[in-house]
């Protein structure tokens, strides 16, 4: 009973780590080898993804093949993170070339974006990347008043937050980790205010953008204010350390 139990503990946790990795796990519980038969199942139904999902509604962003606009780290394509609506890959796309275009070698990485089937499905962490039409973008940074290419503070881009003045108390109930523990572990770049105000002008004058969420200590440092640019509340998580967007 206990066995059984935590086989199905980890099927959950592997689809809601990466939606289809219960799948590749119950399917490898009939194999010898088991653990090599998982990696080898759950590598194939991924790569088999790539080219399914559209007929969902879903498509990949580019993992590294892109050198203006690529995912952060190879880390949210394992885990099937990378998928958005064919609207929100081209509106990524033009973004990338609008802001390389302004500022040239320029890289916009990628963070989490949403997976690959499933109006609803949840991406934990995140509140609301379900329907393919959200995706957050990693900061912009600088050292010594020189631009850091394709650079986040965090190999994952998330967690190395620019500390400001915030109104949201420090209490376990959210998901708003402020994680002070782990602060002193990431390089201490500073923002590419430059880039980081074109980055945020062109998506505000964006047409198919709906919103953005970012801190408003980091609009205050930039000295940027905008229709489309909310507070995401005291409950979600921090923004910034990067910026969420989202399409119509």
Request: aromatic share 12%; charged share 20%.
């Amino acid at each position: 009973m206990t066995k059984f139990l935590l086989q199905i503990v980890i099927v959950i946790f592997l689809t809601l780590l990466t939606q289809l990795g219960g799948l590749a796990w119950v399917a490898s519980r009939f194999f010898k080898r088991s653990i090599l038969a998982f990696l080898i199942l759950y590598t194939a139904i991924s790569f088999l993804t790539v080219w399914v999902a559209p007929n969902f509604g879903r498509v990949a962003l580019p993992c590294a093949s892109n050198p203006e606009l690529q995912m952060q780290s190879i880390f949210f394509c394992a885990l099937n993170r990378h998928y958005t609506t064919p609207q929100l890959r081209t509106t990524l796309e033009d973004y990338a070339g609008q802001i390389s275009a302004a500022h040239p070698n320029t890289e916009t990485r990628i963070l989490d974006a949403n997976f690959p089937f499933i109006v609803g499905f949840p991406l934990l962490p995140h509140l609301s990347h379900d329907d393919g039409r959200k995706v957050d973008l990693a900061f912009y940074y600088e050292r010594n008043g020189t631009y850091l290419p394709g650079t986040a503070r965090s190999p994952i881009g998330y967690f190395a937050f620019q500390q400001g003045v915030t109104n949201c108390s420090d209490t376990g109930l959210t998901l708003r980790w402020n994680l002070r523990w782990l602060q002193p572990l990431f390089p201490k770049y500073d923002l590419d205010k430059t880039r980081m105000r074109t980055a945020l002008q062109i998506l505000q004058e964006d047409p198919r953008v709906e919103k953005l969420f970012i801190e408003p200590h980091i609009l205050a440092e930039l000295g940027v204010k905008g229709e489309k640019i909310r507070f995401q509340g005291c409950r979600a998580a921090r923004h910034d350390d990067h910026i969420h967007f989202q399409i119509m």
